[in-house]
Structures are given as structure tokens and as C-alpha cells.
């Protein structure tokens, strides 16, 4: 998030981080002193239950995928599930 924000880009969705109470300007606050406010961690928190959940879900198709691409894929998957 933090280096997005320096790119002046934000990719996860601005109406999930306000069901938090965070807006843009907190987030580069927090970027800009190098805090962050309790409300920015717990919807930080959300967004990683969120993803981990949609990958947990989503490596069960990998199987059902053309074997010849099944290792390219896992290998997204794991680089990406890193991230």
C-alpha cells in the first residue's frame, strides 16, 4: 500500500478502507510519519483474512487447469500468495 500511495495509486478499494473510518489522507499520513492508526491495521488485517481466504479457495483449481500450465500457474500462485 505504501508504495502505491508514493506512486499516487491506492488498487484496494477506498469504500472497504472507509467501513474502517480510513480515508486516503490517513493513509498517507501514516506513509508520510511512518505510523499507522489502529483503524488503518484492522483494515489492513480484513483485506490479508480477505485474500488468504480467496487463495485458499482458488488452489483447488489448479488441478482442473491444463496440466501444461499448472506449473506456471503454481508458481503465480505461490510468488503472488507471498506478496
Do not use: C, N, W
Not at 480515508?23 to 505510523?35: A, S, V
Not at 483474512?49 to 480467496?54: D, N
Not at 499448472?70 to 503472488?80: D, E, H, K, M, N
Amino acid at each position: 500500500v505504501g508504495e502505491d500511495l508514493d506512486r499516487g495509486r491506492l488498487y484496494l478499494p477506498a469504500s472497504e478502507f472507509s467501513a474502517f473510518g480510513v480515508d486516503i489522507e490517513m493513509l498517507e499520513h501514516g506513509r508520510r510519519t511512518g505510523t499507522a492508526d489502529l483503524r488503518v491495521k484492522r483494515a489492513l488485517a480484513h483485506f490479508i483474512a480477505v485474500t488468504r481466504g480467496r487463495y485458499r479457495s482458488a488452489e483447488s483449481g489448479i488441478p482442473m487447469l491444463d496440466r501444461r500450465v499448472q506449473p506456471s500457474i503454481r508458481t503465480a500462485f505461490v510468488l503472488y500468495g507471498a506478496i
